[in-house]
């Protein structure tokens, strides 16, 4: 993991939300432990990447590099009736809320030991007893779903939970997110929605930049057509999402009401991992964009701060390399799905939908 630690001027620069001083709420114990799953992320990200470009996992794989302080900082207050449903860049938060990661990668593997049985793959992952309820390849498409699941959640009975529902930028622009949006909005104001989005603002949908896609290029703006409040955190700052997350979390878990939090982030890591040309942008804006590493920004912190050594920060990155490599070798060893089982799963029996 390659990751860039700032000098002592950018860490103060770094220090800063914008023109907006924030004040870290977070313990050192809870930014150790928000770093340490950042790295079980990184890790993890890079061991199933690599394996894609091996020829090792079929299907198409996103990779969650640069963006690991959003989900980090966000499912770090998840509470037991809440549910989480993403796009296909859903690696992160299913390891996140619990899944085993030798299960996680079995899944990317297409293997018998997977996640869901080797039948969903990277975009496809699911995990009801962990509270994620997917994994969407097609854009946009989930956001009526996520909106739905927080409106069933005010009618099971005492249930307290909320949906954390994440969307890229590319996803904005699709009818899916408007009339989702709408529906979350009109039911918000009698506290039937207690929907978090979190868009994830990583500057591209594929190759396309926003100033490419849109003329309101102020994306969490158009949650203003539909009544649903909404700010921006800086996404590269574990301590600004979690602070962010801890308060927005709450408010919406009270009111029943959606609000919208706009993560701004870069995707350091190709759209795809298959994608190598990336002549959609330079070099140098990924060169730039890395010094704001999430995980380079927090082990600055931890350091300054005196919370960890140079020698914890290696023990911990070893820790989860070995991880990783673990989840690697499980996958390649579990056997392929027995042939009986391809059409199991697949469809709910008639006995169960009747
Ligand atoms: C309805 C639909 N249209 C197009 C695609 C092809 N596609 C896959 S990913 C993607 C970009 C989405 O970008 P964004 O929502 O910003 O998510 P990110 O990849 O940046 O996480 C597109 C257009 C798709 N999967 N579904
Ligand atoms: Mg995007």
Not at 21 to 49: D, G, I, N, T, W
Not at 82 to 101: E, N, Q, W
Not at 105 to 130: I, N, Q, R
Request: glycine share 10%; with cysteine.
């Amino acid at each position: 993991m390659a990751t860039t630690r700032n000098s002592k001027k950018q860490r103060s620069a770094a220090a800063t939300n914008g023109d907006k001083p924030h004040v870290p709420q977070v313990s050192p114990e809870q930014l150790l432990e928000l770093y340490r799953k950042m790295v079980l992320v990184r890790y993890f990200e890079e061991a199933c990447q690599t394996a894609f470009r091996q020829g090792k996992v079929g299907g198409y794989l996103h990779v969650y590099i640069g963006q690991e302080a959003i989900a980090t900082g966000l499912l770090a207050t998840i509470q037991p009736d809440d549910r989480v449903i993403t796009a296909y860049r859903d690696h992160a938060h299913v390891l996140l809320l619990g899944s085993d990661p030798k299960a996680v990668m079995a899944e990317l593997y297409g293997k018998g030991t997977g996640l869901v049985k080797g039948k969903g793959g990277s975009m496809h992952l699911f995990d009801v007893e962990h509270k994620f309820w997917g994994g969407y390849g097609i854009v946009g498409g989930h956001i009526p779903l996520g909106v739905g699941m927080a409106y069933a959640q005010r009618y099971l009975p005492d249930n307290t939970g909320i949906t954390q529902l994440y969307l890229g930028d590319g996803a904005i622009h699709n009818g899916a997110f408007h009339e989702g949006a709408n529906l979350a909005g009109l039911w918000g104001r009698e506290g039937l929605n207690p929907c978090l989005f979190v868009l994830e603002n990583n500057q591209y949908g594929m190759g396309t930049s926003i100033e490419r896609a849109t003329a309101n290029t102020d994306l969490i703006s158009k949650f203003d057509s539909y009544a649903i409040p909404r700010e921006s955190v800086d996404g590269m700052d574990i301590e600004a999402v979690y602070e962010a997350a801890v308060r927005l979390t709450e408010r919406v878990r009270e009111t029943g009401s959606p609000f919208a939090l706009e993560a701004m982030t870069y995707r350091i890591a190709p759209h795809g991992a298959a994608d190598f040309l990336e002549k959609y942008r330079s070099k140098d804006e990924v060169r730039e964009a890395r010094k704001r590493d999430p995980i380079g920004l927090t082990e600055t912190k931890l350091l300054d701060r005196d919370i960890v050594s140079e020698d914890e920060i290696t023990k911990i990155r070893q820790e989860y390399q070995q991880l990783a490599a673990d989840a690697v070798k499980f996958a390649e060893e579990s056997p392929e799905p027995p042939l009986e089982e391809l059409l199991t799963d697949v469809y709910a029996e008639p006995e169960a939908v009747g």
